[in-house]
């Protein structure tokens, strides 16, 4: 899950890192109010999106309007938050659609004399966090370490659920930094940890922490990922969960706790399992066709939510043939898919061609059950077959290969998946 | 040889009692796996599908002499079950349970340290060995004994594999989904080593997913070798192309890893058979083994 820049900030005051005060706006009056309440400025205005890179982004329509913007009469931070509001935003860390803008985090600007990286994120190799850290600090970190691999210090925090300062220590001395402000530095880092540890974070960056002449600290940006698994204990970071860039269908989904995605293309799936899911889409992308949706159901026992699931489906009026991908195992078996099926045609008739494609337990009876319903459907005997022939059902359009769309919102929750795996 | 289990391997449960322990662990009894105990605090000196119940696991370990472990514990105690199936010694135990926090998981590696335990998992569909058993929920009735091994990160697509290696007539040495987690037991890397080194497989299925570095060390690993046996590669997300990413961070630490093309790059450049689509796994295998 991903916090916002403000939502980020908070925790990090919380445990006493230093972060600027900021007031977060959501219309055009309220950031006129909070320029005056910050003082006399200059100011900078950051669209609150889950992802970095804002100031690289630009608003979509727009040639010159950045996620990031700096301005010094109140006015202006007025007319920049009214341009801002409501608009997408597409970065290098988002989507190609971008992100809405809901609301915009205000800020006293501020000089920095040296700006570090600093972050800690699970490294799934060894098995342990890490703290990345590099005096590159800023909105081209990334091209900037690659280009100077040796920039990048990389220090492996343990297991334990503390650490000593001495980790913070040793960050610095590989850094170079000064060692007036190492002290400051070591205890920052500790505090990072804390929180990544406390809050079960999956990935907690500072990108630039401001390294000032007077020898003080402070993040000027906060980027915080909370591992979804771990929110069950977690209630206040659950509680902070976003639902604003959900279609109404992916919270119909979300509600029966399927893992639903719209996508623009004409053809159906249904499977049951990330993987084949995402295969599926492969298979069916493989042949030229067009995805309209990427669909996994979770193994369920009851026949109401496999229902519930196909009415979803069919509830898209683009759609022109669908292809049922299940392979069962466990508690998943392929009856309650037949069932869940006959039930959905009850209340909503299917009349688009319908491709089954089932395998593993109770296959059988499945589709004994489905050849005596009087329903047309075409059984394919594994994978490729099916998805040439629901291709085919789709009344194939000359090939628009849709990569693009299939998605930036597939990868969003790909993403979303697995917090500790970053891809 | 055998692939972690073999004829001697005796099975304890841990979480036998609940609906999933209890749904398949009475499939794997009746397709012959020795499952010899489950263990369930505050139920030990019960029966249960016909094998005693235990309250710990060194109980069970003691009374039954078992070495392996299967567990199916919900989320939130499953790192406690691991840590302490490792404490008693265990010496294979696969961890079928998704959704664990990763800093439980940290704790779990940090636990095997040291350890002679081999995890497989969490989040896995478990291990089978055609013939002998299967441990987790991999569903019965697909598998053919023959030569292929399967290493997969992804559940839905190790049986895709199985169900295309079996209608050709392959059959399988053993399939070990490894689970997709960020923080996990054994490796793919790991894996392709134990196929390499067994007389019965002649070929390898490995089945990766994007994110992650799995798949890159695994190239890494074949690169090392001579001469090694013929590979299949399918990494599953082909379609998709990068998503939000996570931070800078993301990015940085895995220095240009992670996506579909630098894992297939990666596989290609040590030699292995990458499919495009998951339709072609059996057909390339087999024809590797022509050539």
């Known amino acids: ?4 820049e403000y939502q980020a900030k908070a925790l990090m005051r919380e445990k006493g890192i230093p972060v600027l005060e900021g007031i977060v706006a959501t219309s055009e009056q309220r950031a006129l109010d909070a320029a ?30 950045r996620g990031i913007e700096f301005t010094d009469t109140v006015l202006e931070v007025g007319r920049t938050a009214a341009r801002l509001l409501g608009e997408n935003l597409v970065t290098p860390q988002t989507t190609r659609q971008g992100e809405t803008i809901n609301a915009v985090y205000i800020e006293p600007e501020i000089r920095a004399e040296l700006q570090v990286f600093l972050a800690i994120l699970i490294d799934g190799d060894r098995g342990e966090p890490v703290c990345l850290a590099s005096v590159k600090g800023g909105s081209q970190v990334e091209r900037d370490i690659f280009d100077d691999p040796n920039s990048l210090v990389r220090v492996s925090l343990g297991a334990a659920d503390h650490i000593g300062l001495d980790v913070g220590q040793d960050v610095a001395a590989q850094l170079g930094l000064r060692s007036s402000v190492r002290d400051a530095f070591a205890q920052l880092v500790q505090q990072l940890h804390a929180l990544f540890v406390d809050r079960d974070l999956s990935l907690i960056e500072i990108n630039p922490l401001a390294i000032r002449a007077n020898d003080s600290l402070v993040a000027l940006d906060a980027r915080v990922t909370v591992d979804d698994n771990a929110l069950y ?8 969960a976003s639902r604003t860039d959900r279609s109404e269908a992916e919270e119909r989904a979300a509600k029966n706790g399927f893992n639903f995605i719209r996508l623009d293309g004409d053809v159906g799936t249904f499977s049951s399992g990330a993987g084949l899911a995402m295969a599926t889409l492969d298979a069916v992308s493989h042949l030229g066709g067009r995805p309209a949706n990427f ?28 292809i049922v991908n299940v392979f069962g195992a466990g508690i998943m078996r392929c009856d309650t898919i037949a069932d869940g099926l006959l039930l959905a045609h009850l209340e909503q008739p299917v009349t688009i061609p319908l491709v089954m494609r089932l395998a593993g337990t109770n296959a059988p009876l ?8 009087g329903l047309s459907l075409q059984f394919a005997p594994d994978l490729a077959s099916g998805a040439q022939m629901v291709v085919e059902g789709a009344d194939r359009r000359p090939a628009t290969h849709n990569a693009d769309s299939i998605a930036g919102r597939l990868a969003q929750w790909l993403s979303g998946r697995n917090p500790g795996s970053s891809s | 040889m055998s692939i972690l289990v073999d004829r001697t391997t005796r099975v304890i449960c841990q979480g036998i009692t609940g609906r999933q322990g209890t749904f398949h662990c009475e499939r794997a009894l009746a397709s012959g796996t020795r499952i010899v105990g489950g263990v369930r605090q505050g139920k030990g000196g019960a029966t249960h599908l016909g094998v005693p119940v235990f309250d710990t696991v060194s109980e069970a370990m003691q009374a039954t002499q078992a070495n392996a472990s299967v567990i199916f514990v919900p989320p939130a105690n499953a790192a406690e079950a691991i840590i302490e199936a490792v404490d008693a010694e265990m010496g294979l135990v696969v961890c079928v349970t998704e959704r664990i926090p990763v800093l439980d998981m940290v704790r779990v590696r940090a636990h095997l340290k040291g350890s002679n335990t081999v995890l497989v998992g969490p989040n896995s569909p478990g291990l089978a060995v055609p013939g002998i058993g ?26 895709e594999a199985v169900d295309q290696t079996t209608r050709n007539g392959l059959g399988q040495s053993a399939c070990i989904g490894i689970g997709a987690d960020p923080v996990g037991g054994i490796s ?4 392709l080593e134990l196929f390499m080194n067994d007389d019965r497989t002649q070929g390898v299925v490995l089945i990766g997913e994007v994110g992650g570095t799995a798949e890159e060390n695994a190239a890494a690993f074949l690169s090392t070798l001579t001469n ?16 939000r990413r996570m931070g800078h961070a993301g990015t940085i630490i895995h220095y240009g890893m992670g996506t579909a093309r630098t894992k297939i790059e990666a596989l290609r450049e040590a030699g292995v058979r990458v499919v495009s689509s998951p339709a072609e796994i059996g057909t390339a295998m087999a024809g590797c083994l022509d050539q």
């Open chain 1, 233 to 240: 204990r977690q209630p206040a970071m659950a509680a902070l």
């Open chain 1, 295 to 322: 669909l996994d159901v979770p193994p369920v026992l009851e026949v109401s939510r496999v229902k519930e699931a196909f009415l979803l489906i069919l509830s898209d009026p683009g759609i022109k043939s669908l």
């Open chain 1, 366 to 373: 499945a589709i004994s059950r489905l050849e005596r319903s």
């Open chain 2, 134 to 159: 299967t441990l987790g929920i991999m569903p019965q009735g697909i598998f053919l004994p023959g030569a292929i091994g399967i290493v997969s990160r992804s559940s839905t697509l190790t049986y």
């Open chain 2, 228 to 243: 090694p046996k013929p590979v299949v590669a399918y990494i599953a997300g082909q379609t998709v192309p990068e998503g």
């Open chain 1, 36 to 65: 005056r309440e910050l003082g006399e400025g200059p100011w900078v205005i950051k669209a609150q999106i889950h992802a970095g890179g804002r100031a690289e982004g630009r608003v979509c329509d727009s040639e010159h309007l």
């Open chain 2, 188 to 191: 793919a890397s790991r894996c």
């Open chain 1, 1 to 4: 899950m991903y916090l916002f």
